[in-house]
């Protein structure tokens, strides 16, 4: 049986050839991590809010949390809470529509942005899967915000970042770009209905 050409497997993932493309791939991750955190930090100004540096850890591993003050409305914490999901939607969502076979290529820069956005987000809905994370987790602070379980704002975060993930694998699927981008647009219509 012949198999035409557009019905053929997608071409295998491109691999790293020089240890550049590794600088660039963790330097794409690098470009996700401080897009995600000006996200939160341009909606803090949007609101006026000053904003504080507090050190947070989940279990052994030490990290920060950009912590606003002071009192908060449950609709400043939802968009300030979900403002670096925001932004990591947009950028996997450009990155997906214009590079819809970025598998098959060595942009090294463009698959860290992507694999950071899908991986922090599939991340942090873990830890509301799990109910676990200081209060002033984005997934924390997002339920806080919508009076919700911590899990069901996981669910929010792991659909689309569980389709962007198999659209990487699986380019030309027709039903992941539409669950993907509905996904994401609930996340981002939240904060306009609170």
């Given at each position: 049986?012949?198999?035409?050409?557009?019905?053929?497997?997608?071409?295998?993932?491109?691999?790293?050839?020089h240890?550049?493309?590794?600088?660039?791939?963790?330097?794409?991750?690098?470009?996700?991590?401080?897009?995600?955190?000006?996200?939160?930090?341009?909606?803090?100004?949007?609101f006026g809010?000053?904003?504080s540096?507090v050190?947070?850890?989940?279990?052994?591993?030490?990290?920060?949390?950009?912590?606003?003050?002071?009192n908060?409305?449950?609709?400043?914490?939802?968009?300030?809470?979900?403002?670096?999901?925001?932004?990591?939607?947009?950028?996997?969502?450009?990155?997906?529509?214009?590079?819809?076979?970025?598998?098959?290529?060595?942009?090294?820069?463009?698959?860290?942005?992507?694999?950071?956005?899908?991986?922090?987000?599939?991340?942090?809905?873990?830890?509301?899967?799990?109910?676990?994370?200081?209060?002033?987790?984005?997934?924390?602070?997002?339920?806080?915000?919508?009076g919700?379980?911590?899990?069901?704002?996981?669910?929010?975060?792991?659909?689309p970042?569980?389709?962007?993930?198999?659209r990487?694998?699986?380019p030309?699927?027709?039903?992941?770009?539409?669950?993907?981008?509905?996904?994401?647009?609930?996340?981002?219509?939240?904060?306009?209905v609170?």
């Amino acid at each position: 049986m012949r198999v035409r050409a557009d019905e053929s497997l997608e071409k295998p993932e491109a691999d790293f050839r020089h240890f550049s493309d590794y600088a660039w791939f963790v330097l794409g991750a690098g470009a996700g991590f401080v897009g995600h955190e000006m996200g939160h930090m341009m909606m803090d100004v949007f609101f006026g809010k000053s904003v504080s540096f507090v050190g947070v850890s989940l279990g052994p591993i030490p990290f920060f949390a950009i912590q606003p003050c002071c009192n908060l409305t449950p609709r400043e914490n939802w968009v300030i809470g979900s403002a670096g999901f925001v932004v990591g939607d947009v950028s996997s969502e450009l990155i997906l529509q214009i590079a819809p076979t970025l598998r098959s290529h060595r942009h090294a820069f463009l698959k860290g942005v992507l694999m950071f956005d899908i991986l922090l987000a599939a991340g942090y809905a873990v830890t509301g899967f799990a109910g676990i994370g200081p209060p002033q987790s984005d997934v924390n602070t997002m339920a806080r915000g919508i009076g919700v379980p911590a899990w069901q704002v996981g669910v929010m975060l792991m659909v689309p970042a569980a389709v962007d993930m198999y659209r990487y694998f699986v380019p030309r699927s027709v039903w992941a770009p539409w669950t993907s981008i509905s996904g994401k647009t609930f996340l981002l219509g939240v904060g306009f209905v609170l």
